[in-house]
T-cell receptor, first 117, second 114 residues
Framework: GAVVSQHPSRVICKSGTSVKIECRSL??????MFWYRQFPKQSLMLMAT?????????EQGVEKDKFLINHASLTLSTLTVTSAHPEDSSFYIC?????????????FGSGTQLSVL | SQKIEQNSEALNIQEGKTATLTCNYT??????LQWYRQDPGRGPVFLLL?????KEKRKERLKVTFDTTLKQSLFHITASQPADSATYLC?????????????FGSGTRLQVQP
């Protein structure tokens, strides 16, 4: 099956710093990737849709200046949490769907656990 | 607004029994519904997709039903094993900004006792 790689798996940072999370599709090209956030014992919440070569589409309530998304190539999307605060501590997960599947089957990265001190 | 409900209480069953998980939704007319498995600290893994015109779908020990009138899907694991212990998520197509992403239920944690 398709593989989506996410890095880092865990990051601890000080409040006010920025953190970059990478999401790569290893064996397929992804013009679209999705970024989700998950708080403990809660469901995945869609944050934004990352589009290769164009601006990301953010879900209602998600600050685009806070969560910067860059999808500069067909295999890489990055999420940068700017000026992170403790309330940004969460599990961030990216996903993508191989072309031709109509987004009917998503493959997820292994997630990034962000802890902001 | 769109809403997906799964039983938030953990389901504890004995090994060998059939586990049945429920997913109910409102304000949706989805073309399909999906089930994913998520282990702690990991991303979800796709299990099954069932379309609106399908009543039932099977894959090995897994069975999914889809009742578009009741707006409900049931997910069954037969002959359950301790390795089946995980959180199972129901998902429907569509986020608030588009229909390509998935919206997930809160998941039901399954614990299979040996």
């Amino acid at each position: 099956g398709a593989v989506v790689s996410q890095h880092p798996s865990r990051v601890i940072c000080k409040s006010g710093t920025s953190v970059k999370i990478e999401c790569r599709s290893l064996d397929f090209q992804a013009t679209t990737m999705f970024w989700y956030r998950q708080f403990p014992k809660q469901s995945l919440m869609l944050m934004a849709t990352s589009n290769e070569g164009s601006k990301a589409t953010y879900e209602q309530g998600v600050e685009k200046d806070k969560f910067l998304i860059n999808h500069a190539s067909l295999t890489l999307s990055t999420l940068t949490v700017t000026s992170a605060h403790p309330e940004d501590s969460s599990f961030y997960i990216c996903s993508a769907s191989p072309p031709g599947q109509g987004f009917e089957k998503l493959f997820f990265g292994s997630g990034t656990q962000l802890s902001v001190l | 607004s769109q809403k997906i409900e799964q039983n938030s209480e953990a389901l504890n069953i004995q090994e060998g029994k059939t586990a049945t998980l429920t997913c109910n939704y409102t304000n949706y007319s989805p073309a399909y519904l999906q089930w994913y498995r998520q282990d702690p600290g990991r991303g979800p893994v796709f299990l099954l997709l069932i379309r609106e015109n399908e009543k039932e779908k099977r894959k090995e020990r897994l069975k999914v039903t889809f009742d578009t009138t009741l707006k409900q899907s049931l997910f069954h694991i037969t002959a359950s094993q301790p390795a089946d212990s995980a959180t199972y998520l129901c998902a429907l197509p569509g986020g608030s900004t588009g229909r390509r992403a998935l919206t997930f239920g809160s998941g039901t944690r399954l614990q299979v006792q040996p």
